[in-house]
């Protein structure tokens, strides 16, 4: 069963439930970025951290709701202020890894 965050929280982010779910339905009920399913995971909505987000009117905010994720996509792999640069750096470091690996 997927937990449809509180009242509290939608409002944070500007959305309904019914947005909410919108939103995970169209990721077919799966975290954005490892596709497993939500099913009795803590489920994350991710945002771009903007400067204001906190003051925004919910339909400004809903602008920048990127998806949602699962707790360990979100901790691990968007968390912190990552950026599309590093995200390809950081692929670029796992790919020279592998190459050397495989010229062992």
Not at 18 to 23: A, D, N, S, V
Not at 60 to 82: A, D, F, H, Q, S
Not at 88 to 103: D, W
């Amino acid at each position: 069963m997927i937990r449809i965050p509180s009242t509290a929280t939608l409002k944070k982010y500007g959305l309904t439930s019914h947005e909410w779910l919108f939103i995970l339905a169209n990721q077919d009920y799966k975290c954005a970025i490892c596709k497993n399913s939500l099913e009795d995971r803590r489920c994350n909505t991710d945002h771009y951290h903007v400067i204001g987000f906190k003051k925004m009117k919910p339909e400004e905010k809903k602008k920048y709701i990127r998806g949602i994720l699962c707790w360990t996509c979100n901790k691990l792999i968007v968390g912190r202020g990552v950026t599309l640069n590093r995200l390809y750096f950081a692929v670029e470091y796992l790919e020279a890894f592998e190459k050397r690996l495989n010229e062992i």
